[in-house]
């Protein structure tokens, strides 16, 4: 009976082995999924003066009309420069690195039908406005490479938008958990702080008067006019 407990019996080194390489096996499972998860709520704190983007925010909504008439001006101090996704070279970088600029961000995705509707608009309104104070920044949230997204683009004949994207989902899931995105399309107007100054869901025409009018009177108040 001893003899055949010592045939089946693991070494105590042995053991000590298995228990160590089960132990780096969930370290990096717990890794992988953190990257996934790409922006955690705690990363995107409300550290910052946007005083003025709340101020901002009760000026503009007289202008929510026709087009944009479900742009929503927010009266909560958010802060969201470090809200973070891939640049059109394919390294990270977040709103920070629009530091100065008033911009208009919008999360699509191919798989999304208005979306893929409202993009030419998009880009027209790029065309038309953009300058060193207002870009139109599109982050594209397919998951999987950049290859499908890029060839929508190039197949509509988008030309002026660069291409901004996030295949974790992690912008979407993290501007979810804030109350600033309900589904797709989901956009923000950001001052120049990286503050929220109001957020539409649902899909609009960017490239008519009453988007520009809007815009317009934000960068002027932002004295980028």
Not at 18 to 27: C, K, Q, T
Not at 64 to 73: K, L, N, R
Not at 174 to 190: E, S
Request: aromatic letters at 6%; proline letters at 4%; a negative charge.
């Amino acid at each position: 009976m001893s003899t055949e407990k010592k045939k089946t019996a693991f070494p105590a080194r042995v053991i000590g082995i298995i228990v160590l390489l089960v132990v780096a096996a969930g370290a990096v499972g717990v890794y992988v999924n953190g990257m996934r998860s790409g922006n955690l709520p705690s990363e995107i704190a409300d550290n910052a003066d946007c005083s003025a983007a709340v101020t901002l925010a009760s000026r503009l909504q007289d202008l929510a009309v026709g087009d944009i008439a479900a742009m929503t001006s927010i009266d909560t101090p958010t802060h969201l420069a470090s809200l973070s996704f891939k640049g059109p070279d394919g390294n990270v970088m977040s709103l920070g690195n629009f530091g100065g600029k008033t911009v208009l961000v919008n999360l699509w995705a191919t798989w999304c039908v208005p979306c893929r509707t409202e993009m030419p608009a998009l880009d027209a309104l790029q065309a038309d406005m953009g300058s060193d104070a207002f870009e139109v920044v599109t982050i594209n949230i397919d998951q999987g490479d950049d290859s499908k997204p890029k060839a929508f683009l190039k197949e509509i004949g988008v030309s002026d938008l660069a291409f901004y994207s996030d295949n974790s989902m992690g912008v979407f899931n993290t501007l979810k958990k804030q109350g600033n995105a309900v589904g797709l399309p989901a956009t923000l107007l950001i001052d120049r702080n990286g503050c929220l100054v109001s957020r539409m869901f649902g899909p609009a025409h960017w490239s008519g008067d009453d988007a520009k009018t809007y815009l317009k009177q934000a960068l002027e108040a932002n004295g980028q006019a």
